[in-house]
Nanobody, 123 residues
Framework: VQLQASGGGLVQAGGSLRLSCAAS????????MGWFRQAPGKERQFVAA??????YYADSVKGRFTISRDNAKNTMYLQINSLKPEDTAVYYC???????????????????WGQGTQVTVSS
């Protein structure tokens, strides 16, 4: 499956963005999906996941981020509200054919990755 992330940009703190991840190549609905982010000089970290077990969020984004998917459009979304400067990072979407209910937050649980979209939050 090929993934294309989009929707990033420069926003002020408190603002909102909606990231999209368009998938092609395989049956999208069969795939577990996730969002990760990587700030400069830091490791890539888990943000949110959606799979057959449900939706999952990192503690740092709970209540502000919402992950969703539209299988008819082969697209996953990440609605980001109440943005903070510490949310600044490159956001990556990821996919895998296996659905994990307990280790979905590991990067090595995802075989396919998009190219990333930059989110910059100004204070």
């Amino acid at each position: 499956v090929q993934l294309q992330a989009s929707g990033g940009g420069l926003v002020q703190a408190g603002g909102s963005l909606r990231l999209s991840c368009a998938a092609s190549g395989r049956t999208f609905s069969n795939y577990a999906m996730g969002w990760f982010r990587q700030a400069p000089g830091k490791e890539r970290q888990f943000v949110a996941a959606i799979n057959w077990g449900g939706t999952y969020y990192a503690d740092s984004v709970k209540g502000r981020f919402t992950i969703s998917r539209d299988n008819a459009k082969n697209t996953m979304y990440l609605q980001i509200n109440s943005l903070k400067p510490e949310d600044t990072a490159v956001y990556y979407c990821a996919a895998d054919a296996k659905h994990y209910s307990d280790t979905y937050y590991y990067t090595n649980r995802y075989a396919y990755w998009g190219q990333g979209t930059q989110v910059t939050v100004s204070s």
